[in-house]
């Protein structure tokens, strides 16, 4: 039972490995190019607290700003039902163009975020897989330079969060708030 029990526990992590290494990287990524102000415009996660907070949710402007080391600082401010939220982070560079890490002080959790996706002028597609202790969460990002996309770029994000294992229920496209907008 114990072997049975042994397997199965590694059988998992393998699995959880394996979607982690799938995840693609935008080819010939330019990290000038993404520097700027983006809006979120819809979330998947299979995170508990996104599946019972993103009814609340109501939008948030991030800034992605090259920094002296190369790294990508990034200003968020999120609109919350107790009010705007002020989030600062660094996003570390890695080999591979297009990735980045991310180890979150508070919570202590480590986040390998990766650019699936862009054409720099309107849209990007972000994945972020997150551990903290033993548990892992995957979350899917899609920003756009206004908040009006096309809808195939929204169908992209859709077909992109099902091939990553994330059902309708996880996926949550924000309503449109343009009060962030110039608070950031």
Same mark, same amino acid.
């Given at each position: 039972?114990?072997?049975?029990?042994?397997?199965?526990?590694?059988?998992? +992590?393998?699995?959880? +490995?394996?979607?982690?290494? #799938?995840?693609?990287?935008?080819?010939?990524?330019?990290?000038?190019?993404?520097?700027?102000? !983006?809006? +979120?415009?819809?979330?998947?996660?299979?995170?508990? !607290? &996104?599946?019972?907070?993103?009814?609340?949710?109501?939008?948030?402007?991030?800034? &992605?700003?090259? $920094?002296? =080391? @190369? $790294?990508?600082?990034?200003?968020?401010?999120?609109?919350?039902?107790?009010?705007?939220?002020?989030?600062?982070?660094?996003? =570390?560079?890695?080999?591979?163009?297009?990735? %980045?890490? *991310?180890?979150?002080?508070? *919570?202590?959790?480590?986040?390998?975020?990766?650019?699936?996706?862009?054409? *720099?002028?309107?849209?990007?597609?972000?994945?972020?897989?997150?551990?903290?202790?033993?548990?892992? %969460?995957?979350?899917?990002?899609?920003?756009?330079?206004?908040? #009006?996309?096309?809808?195939?770029?929204?169908?992209?994000?859709?077909?992109?969060? /099902?091939?990553? @294992? %994330?059902?309708?229920?996880?996926?949550? /496209?924000?309503?449109?708030?343009?009060?962030?907008?110039?608070?950031?």
């Amino acid at each position: 039972v114990m072997k049975a029990v042994l397997f199965c526990a590694g059988m998992v +992590l393998v699995c959880a +490995l394996r979607v982690k290494a #799938d995840v693609p990287v935008q080819k010939d990524f330019d990290i000038n190019k993404i520097v700027g102000k !983006w809006r +979120l415009v819809a979330a998947a996660s299979d995170s508990e !607290w &996104f599946k019972t907070k993103k009814e609340t949710l109501k939008g948030a402007t991030t800034v &992605f700003t090259l $920094n002296e =080391s @190369g $790294n990508l600082d990034v200003r968020a401010n999120h609109q919350r039902p107790e009010g705007c939220v002020e989030m600062n982070r660094t996003y =570390s560079t890695t080999e591979q163009p297009g990735r %980045f890490t *991310y180890t979150n002080p508070e *919570y202590g959790s480590v986040n390998d975020i990766r650019v699936v996706d862009t054409n *720099y002028d309107d849209y990007a597609l972000m994945y972020f897989y997150t551990t903290k202790d033993i548990e892992t %969460f995957h979350k899917v990002k899609l920003y756009g330079r206004t908040l #009006d996309l096309k809808p195939e770029i929204v169908d992209k994000f859709k077909q992109f969060c /099902i091939t990553q @294992g %994330f059902t309708q229920d996880t996926m949550f /496209i924000l309503p449109k708030n343009d009060s962030l907008m110039t608070n950031i």
